[in-house]
């Protein structure tokens, strides 16, 4: 998306490993090939969209969050994905 602005980037490595406390599908189908996550605003969005990502960074899906913790914090109950393990993206 254009109006889209990436704030913070993390590709996925072998200790996150997913939780399993959440599914996520796509067109009737389990998704399973998540390898990057990213935190976005979208236009005048005053919230934050956790972005999950495939191997060549298309987006398979996304969840809304009213904070950018709370989209960290999902980050972390679905892949252990810690505060220090993200990386900020300069836009």
Known sequence: MSNQR???NVVLA??????????HWQD?????????LQI???????GYYLLYLDET???LT???????????RQAEFE????????KTVKN
Do not use: Y
């Not at 072998?14 to 599914?23: A, I, M, N, V, W």
């Not at 009737?28 to 990057?36: A, L, M, P």
């Not at 605003?41 to 005053?46: E, H, K, N, T, Y």
């Open 6 to 8: 990436i704030l913070w």
């Open 14 to 23: 072998d200790h996150h490993k997913p939780t399993g406390k959440t599914t």
């Open 28 to 36: 009737g189908k389990k998704i399973r090939s998540i390898t990057q």
């Open 40 to 46: 976005a605003q979208i236009g005048a969005d005053p």
């Open 57 to 59: 960074g298309n987006e």
């Open 62 to 72: 996304d969840t809304h969050h009213e904070t950018e913790e709370k989209a960290m």
């Open 79 to 86: 892949f252990c994905v810690r505060r220090g393990d993200w």
